[in-house]
């Protein structure tokens, strides 16, 4: 049964799926949703997801939403390679340091929101809002990753797993809007260690537009 991931090139959510999916080796047709013309919110998509959002995942017969959900249920149905240690206490740290992301920086960075600031208080406080959001976000992100299973590459240990699929995106955001991060250690040589791998490079926001561009070509 085939694998189709609805998303956008630029959406920090379905990087986080690409990622997993390229990690996992599982070959998936990519659907744009245009989220700048509002193509979320016309009725074909609201018929997959009703709240007008991406990622939206079909697999195993399936229509998937919730990008951290989707990566729980890839972990579930497809483990290997895993994104989750098998120790309890590790996993519950992996998916803190996810959730830190996903939960704490992202919602408040999204479109809507961005938009709604801008409307308050002007697109000067649009740009400070998020900026100042994310560089807190990240010193956070900083300070969790200083625990024992930190070895100076990925989130967890020496192999890449759902935090790492989560974090990379945000600092694509963050260099964006012209957040430096550089000085934060532990956060920068994650962004080294999973640069440096295939599955991390085919999911890029560039990879995903550059893909786009091709296929309108043809």
């Avoid at 959510?13 to 245009?34: E, F, H, N, T």
């Avoid at 991406?54 to 195993?60: A, Q, S």
């Avoid at 974090?167 to 955001?173: A, H, R, T």
């Amino acid at each position: 049964m085939s694998v189709v991931l609805y998303d956008y090139w630029r959406s920090s959510a379905s990087c986080r799926v690409r990622i997993a999916l390229a990690l996992k080796g599982i070959a998936y047709q990519r659907v744009p949703v245009d989220l700048l013309s509002g193509a979320q919110r016309d009725a074909e998509h609201l018929a997959r997801n009703p709240q007008g959002l991406v990622p939206v995942l079909e697999t195993d017969g399936l229509r998937l939403t919730q990008s951290l959900a989707i990566l729980e249920y890839l972990e579930e149905t497809r483990p290997e390679p895993p994104l989750l240690p098998q120790d309890a206490k590790a996993r519950a740290h992996v998916r803190a340091l996810a959730l830190a992301v996903a939960c704490e920086i992202h919602p408040i960075s999204n479109l809507g929101v961005l938009a709604r600031v801008g409307d308050l208080a002007g697109p000067g406080a649009r740009a400070a809002w998020n900026r100042d959001n994310i560089a807190r976000g990240l010193e956070t992100i900083e300070r969790l990753l200083d625990h024992p299973g930190f070895t100076g590459r990925f989130c967890y240990g020496d192999q890449p797993g759902m935090a790492d699929c989560v974090l990379i995106p945000q600092l694509y955001n963050a260099s964006r809007w012209g957040v430096e991060f550089q000085h934060l250690s532990r956060v920068d040589a994650v962004l080294a260690a999973c640069s440096a791998l295939e599955a991390f490079q085919v999911a890029t926001p560039e990879k995903a537009r550059q893909q786009e561009v091709c296929t309108s070509a043809i």
